[in-house]
């Protein structure tokens, strides 16, 4: 999959605005958002003090700027998810390895928009549209079954396994990577599985499950 | 000796909150000694930085998880093992809920510094599980990165839920936390079915 870390950037040439980017996912991805300041990225850029400030307002603008690159990488993600009708094993394993190499790279991103740590209406509108966009992808895969009322919390339920051991364990090496790629994909499989005495009874289809999230429910102002 | 184990405690639970709030870096001791009610010479009497107090919560943290583990019956593809999940996941639940900013601060840290032997209590955790789950027989994933993932998943479930993205009481959410994971380990059963047929 590409990366895009020089989106918004193509044309003006500025390389060390690239620099600062890459050095800050890199920082915000290890500290976390909120332990991070800007002599953490710079140190790690190696550019002065000043030069961060001809860049970006703060922290949060170089937050922002990241979560555009996140944003669009993750919402090919959230389509082809969309289009998936009782995916096989294959199309599963695809998707997963492409999610989980981008979560590696957009990991910090994702987190904030999960944990809300900005309230910013652009932050929210993204949040809305990826997360939200991959919680209701699985929801509506999950067979629907009595036992299972509301399709919003299945696809919640998926989602926070796919996303949160992908936290756990897969930013190590390119073999616990694959081995995360692939038990997540075997796992997934299955609880979209139907169930034998099910298969002729549902086609799979069903309402779409909804965000409760007040911030990824809709844009503000 | 018995105030002495209540104050550790108390530094315990209070470091728990603090570094589960602020992450470890911006953690400071002073924060802790002032939540916990102490001075900071109580402090040093039990720990002699933060590193060691978190290192001391890691392991605290993995104990109980462990523990927990070990409570898991036989994860059968039938009514037993459907019962077995469910009663375990209200107790996985009640555990993870409350420490999992910690476990958060906890995976953030290790990020950094790879020092507070992240791997050793989920690798146990999901050893424990993963062999209770083949122990109900067969299933087409590692059990052992099965049981991790099923922390993972309650792990960040529970903190979407008391951040408010989803209204769930804890006896829905077990319920559909368990089915989920019996569909996930023994594809194709009818839940439903096996629920059903529950003594």
Known sequence: ?221 | MERRLATRTRILDAGREVFGELGYHLTRVDEIVRRAEISRATFYLHFANKGELFAAIVDEVGTRLRSVAHQLDPVSPDGRGHRALREWFDRLYELVEPVAPFIAAWMQAERVVQTFGRDRPLLDFGTAVGHRISTGGAVGVEPRLAGIAILAMVDRFAVQVRLGDLVIDRGAAVELLADLTLAMLHPGIDVAATAAGEP
């Open chain 1, 1 to 221: 999959m590409t990366r895009s870390s020089t989106r918004g950037l193509r044309g003006d040439g500025d390389a060390t605005a690239v620099r600062l980017l890459e050095a800050g996912r890199i920082v915000l991805n290890r500290r976390g958002y909120g332990a991070t300041r800007v002599d953490d990225v710079v140190a790690r850029a190696g550019v002065s003090h000043g030069t961060f400030y001809l860049h970006f307002r703060d922290m949060e603008d170089l937050l922002h700027r990241l979560a555009v690159d996140c944003h669009a990488d993750v919402e090919p993600l959230v389509t082809r998810l969309a289009g998936m009708d009782a995916p096989d094993t294959t199309t599963v394993r695809a998707w997963m390895g492409d999610f989980v190499a981008a979560y590696l790279h957009h990991g910090v991103v994702l987190r904030a928009w999960l944990e809300h740590v900005d309230a910013d209406p652009l932050m929210e509108w993204l949040a809305h549209r990826d997360v939200g966009g991959l919680i209701d992808g699985f929801a509506a895969l999950v067979p629907k079954t009595a036992a299972r009322p509301d399709p919003y919390a299945c696809g919640l339920a998926l989602f926070s396994m796919v996303e949160h051991f992908t936290a756990y364990l897969a930013y190590r090496d390119d073999e616990v990577e694959r081995v995360v790629v692939e038990a997540l994909t075997r796992l997934v499989r299955g609880a979209l599985t139907p169930a034998a005495g099910e298969r002729d009874r549902d086609g799979g289809t069903g309402s779409p499950g909804r965000a409760r999230v007040p911030s990824v429910r809709s844009p503000r102002g």
